[in-house]
C-alpha cells in the first residue's frame, strides 16, 4: 500500500536576521576566525584534541567538563570499519543491538540510543543503516544532552563530522573480503582556481556502492551512497557549505536466533529463523535523500552568526519473519510475520550566535541559539503470529505468506513540531578554573491522525527546561578535574507514535552526576581519561500487571566507571584503549518480563565489564601493523533476565604497505574463530544475533 509523501514546500522559507552594510564593511576589517575542515584527520593519529559536539563550539576536551570518545579517521581506517556499529565497539559503555536488522541501533551508559542519532549537530533519527563514506570521524557525547540537542539522549548521542570542501583530494578504494564482500568508494576534492571577486570555491563529493552476501543464511547487503558538497567563502568573513547525501540500502532482515532454557540455542551462526527465498520475503530496503547548508558570518573578531538547515526524505520498506515463541518441550519455534512500511521527511533549522566577551574581569565564550523542526512520520504495519512452525536446533526455512494477515496493526502519521532556545557559557573564572553552563527550553508538539477505524486521533504539548553545568579545574596544562550535572527529557512519542495508553504521561526525566579527570601525556600526544557517574531516569511507563494500564512508575539507574588511553607512544606506536564498569539496573518497576518481575535486575544488552585495546606499529614510512582485543563481559536478552548471552573476547589485526600513491591493508576479524553473540533485541529473549566467524578483508587504495 502505497503512503502519499509530504512535499518538499519549506526549504527556503526561513530567513536570517537583516544585516546592515554597516555591519558587514566592518567585519571585513575585524574578523572572528572560522574553523574550517582543509585536511584529514588522520593528522591527528588516534588522539583528536577537540570536539564541536558537546558544545557546539570547537573547545578543546580537556577543557569540557563531560565524557566525550572521539573516534578519529586513522582508527576507523586502521580497524577497517564499515559500520557504525562497529565503529562504536571501540567506545567503552556502549552496548550492541541489531536494531531489528533495519538501523543502526546501541545502548550507551544501559540506555537505548534508538534515536539518538546526529550529523553535524542536526538530528538524524530516521531508522536505517548509515553509510561511513562521507565521515570523517564520530564523536560520543556521553550523559544527557539536551541542553543543546533537544529530547532523547539519556545515556548519551552520537554524532557523525561529516568530510568537508576545503582540501585538494583524488582517492579511490576496492575491497573484496569474505562471503564475497566488494566494495568501491571514492572521494574527490577541488579547490578551486580564485576567481578575482573575492569568492573562493571549493567542492567535495564522496560515495561508495557495496554488494556482499554474509555469514548468515540468505543475508546479502546491496548499498549505494553519494555525498556532494560545496564551500563558497563570500569574502573575508562569510562562508557558505552546501550538502546533499543519498543512500540506498537493501538487506535481509534479520533478527538472529531464539533461546532455550536460559541460553540462546547452540547452532551454527548461519542458522536461519526466518522465511524461505528470504531475499524476496524478508528483505528491509531503505532510501535516504538529504540536503541542507550552513551559512557562516563573523560580525567581528567576538561576534560570530551561523544558520544551519537540514531537509531530508526517507522511506522504509520491511518484511520480515521471526521467532515470536518457543516450545521448549516440543523443541519448536512459531514464526510471527511482519510488514512495515515508513515514510518521513522533516527539516531542522538552527540560528546561533557565539560571542566572545570579557565581563566582570572573566573570559566567556557565549553561545545563543534558537531551533525550529517539522518531522512528519507516517507507518503501516501489520503483523501475523504462529505463520510456520519450525524446529528448534535444525529449522528449515518455510514459505510463509508475503502480506501478513489480518487488519493492520498501526495506520497512522505522526507530526512533530518543536521550538527551542537555548543559552550557553563557556567562563574562565580564573586562570586555573573554569566553568560550562547553559539552558534549553523546548516546545514540544506530537499529534498523531488515526488512519484506522475506531481509533482516535492524539495530541500532546510538552514545554521543558534542560539544564546543565559544570566546573572544571586545572592546576597546570597537563590535568583537568571536573565536577558536571545535566539534566534531558524523553516525551511518550519522542520519535514514534502517540498511542492511547501513553498520550497523557508526562515525559521521563534523566540526571546524570558525574566526576572526571583528563590527562595530557607524553608531551601531549597522548591523553587518558577517567569518570564515574551516577545516571538515572525517572518515570519510566510500565503496563501494571494487575490492571493492564500504562503508569509512569520505573527508574532505571547506571552507577559507572569509565577509562580511555588514546594516543603516540613513541618510535611509530599508537594506541586506542577503553574500560568499563557499568551497574545499570532496574531499581524501581510494577513491570514484569517472562514471568520475573523487572525491579531489580540489570538493563538488557548492557555488560557489567567491557575491555577494549588496539595497538598500531609504523614499521618504516611504509609498512605497519596492528593488532587488538574487544572484550564484553555476561549480557541479558530481555528486562527479565532469563536469559542471558555470554561474554566473549575477539581478536583483530591488521597489515599494512602505504605509499604516496597506491595503499594495501589487510584486516582480519575473530582472528581466534571465537563463536558468540554479537547483539540482541533488548526486549525479546528470542532475537539475539551471533557474531561472524573469522574473516578477512582486503582494501587497496590509490590517491591520484
Request: proline share 4%; aromatic share 10%; net charge neutral.
Amino acid at each position: 500500500m502505497a503512503i502519499k509523501k509530504t512535499p518538499l514546500a519549506l526549504l527556503l522559507a526561513l530567513t536570517f536576521p537583516a544585516l546592515s552594510q554597516a555591519q558587514i564593511a566592518d567585519a571585513a576589517d575585524s574578523v572572528m576566525q572560522t574553523v574550517t575542515v582543509v585536511g584529514s584527520a588522520d593528522a591527528e593519529g588516534y588522539n583528536p584534541a577537540k570536539s564541536s559536539s558537546a558544545t557546539k563550539t570547537d573547545a578543546p576536551l580537556r577543557d569540557i567538563p563531560q565524557t566525550v570518545n572521539v573516534i578519529p579517521q586513522a582508527l576507523l581506517r586502521d580497524q577497517g570499519v564499515r559500520s557504525i556499529n562497529d565503529a562504536l565497539k571501540a567506545v567503552p559503555g556502549v552496548g550492541m543491538s541489531h536494531g531489528d536488522g533495519q538501523r543502526d541501533q546501541v545502548t550507551i551508559r544501559g540506555f537505548s540510543a534508538i534515536a539518538d542519532q546526529f550529523i553535524d549537530g542536526m538530528r538524524d533519527d530516521a531508522l536505517y543503516f548509515r553509510d561511513l563514506s562521507n565521515i570523517e570521524q564520530l564523536e560520543v557525547v556521553k550523559g544527557p544532552a539536551a541542553v543543546l540537542y533537544g529530547r532523547g539522549s539519556s545515556g548519551g548521542l552520537i554524532n557523525r563530522v561529516t568530510k568537508k570542501p576545503g582540501v585538494d583530494i583524488s582517492e579511490v578504494s576496492l575491497q573484496v573480503g569474505s562471503w564475497a564482500q566488494k566494495r568501491g568508494e571514492f572521494d574527490l576534492g577541488r579547490k578551486l582556481p580564485d576567481t578575482g571577486n573575492g569568492t573562493e570555491v571549493s567542492f567535495r563529493v564522496t560515495g561508495a556502492v557495496e554488494d556482499a552476501d554474509s555469514y548468515r543464511d540468505q543475508q546479502f547487503l546491496e548499498r549505494q551512497a553519494l555525498a556532494p558538497s560545496v564551500l563558497f567563502k563570500l569574502g573575508a568573513a562569510t562562508t557558505l557549505l552546501l550538502q546533499a547525501e543519498y543512500l540506498h540500502d537493501k538487506r535481509v532482515t534479520d533478527f538472529g536466533i531464539p533461546s532455550y532454557q536460559g541460553r540462546v540455542v547452540d547452532v551454527a551462526p548461519g542458522t536461519y529463523y526466518g522465511a524461505a527465498n528470504a531475499k524476496d520475503n524478508d528483505f528491509s530496503e531503505a532510501r535516504v535523500k538529504a540536503a541542507g547548508f550552513v551559512l557562516e558570518h563573523a560580525f567581528s573578531g567576538t561576534l560570530k552568526l551561523r544558520n544551519a538547515f537540514r531537509y531530508y526524505d526517507y522511506t522504509l520498506d520491511r518484511n520480515n519473519t521471526l521467532v515470536g515463541s518457543v516450545n521448549e518441550a516440543a523443541k519448536t519455534a512459531s514464526l510471527t510475520r511482519g510488514n512495515v512500511y515508513r515514510a518521513e521527511d522533516g527539516y531542522f533549522n538552527q540560528t546561533e550566535l557565539v560571542q566572545k566577551a570579557e565581563l566582570a574581569g572573566m573570559q566567556h565564550q557565549i553561545l545563543y541559539g534558537v531551533e525550529f523542526g517539522r518531522q512528519d512520520k507516517e507507518v503501516l504495519n501489520r503483523s501475523q503470529t504462529n505463520v510456520a512452525t519450525v524446529s528448534l536446533f535444525n529449522p528449515v526455512s518455510p514459505a510463509v505468506p508475503f502480506t501478513a494477515g489480518g487488519a493492520p496493526t498501526a495506520n497512522n502519521l505522526s507530526r512533530f513540531d518543536v521550538s527551542s532556545g537555548y543559552v550557553q557559557d563557556q567562563v574562565t573564572l580564573a586562570a586555573n578554573w573554569k566553568a560550562l553552563a547553559g539552558v534549553r527550553y523546548d516546545r514540544f508538539e506530537q499529534k498523531t491522525t488515526e488512519r484506522r477505524v475506531n481509533q482516535p486521533n492524539l495530541a500532546r504539548t510538552d514545554s521543558t527546561w534542560s539544564p546543565r553545568a559544570g566546573l572544571v579545574y586545572q592546576p597546570d596544562a597537563l590535568q583537568s578535574y571536573y565536577a558536571s550535572f545535566s539534566k534531558s527529557y524523553q516525551p511518550s512519542g519522542e520519535t514514534f507514535a502517540l498511542a492511547a495508553n501513553n498520550a497523557e504521561m508526562a515525559p521521563e526525566q534523566t540526571v546524570n552526576k558525574e566526576l572526571g579527570a583528563k590527562f595530557d601525556l607524553l608531551g601531549g600526544r597522548a591523553s587518558l581519561t577517567a569518570a564515574v557517574f551516577r545516571l538515572q531516569r525517572d518515570h519510566i511507563k510500565a503496563t501494571d500487571p494487575g490492571t493492564n494500564k500504562i503508569i509512569p512508575m520505573g527508574t532505571q539507574r547506571t552507577d559507572g566507571l569509565e577509562l580511555t588511553f588514546a594516543g603516540d607512544l613513541g618510535q611509530g606506536w599508537q594506541a586506542w584503549s577503553g574500560y568499563s564498569w557499568l551497574d545499570a539496573t532496574m531499581i524501581a518497576s510494577i513491570a514484569k518480563d517472562d514471568g520475573q518481575f523487572v525491579q531489580g535486575k540489570r538493563a538488557t544488552l548492557t555488560p557489567r565489564h567491557s575491555v577494549n585495546v588496539w595497538l598500531s606499529k609504523a614499521f618504516n614510512s611504509t609498512w605497519g601493523a596492528g593488532a587488538g582485543l574487544n572484550y564484553v563481559g555476561e549480557r541479558f536478552a530481555n528486562p527479565g533476565n532469563t536469559v542471558s548471552l555470554a561474554g566473549y573476547t575477539t581478536v583483530d589485526a591488521m597489515a599494512y604497505y602505504r605509499a604516496k600513491a597506491v595503499e594495501v591493508q589487510l584486516n582480519v576479524m575473530n582472528l581466534l574463530d571465537r563463536g558468540y553473540i554479537a547483539a540482541g533485541h533488548g526486549s525479546s529473549k528470542f532475537l539475539s544475533l551471533p557474531g561472524a566467524p573469522r574473516s578477512a578483508q582486503l582494501t587497496v587504495r590509490y590517491r591520484f
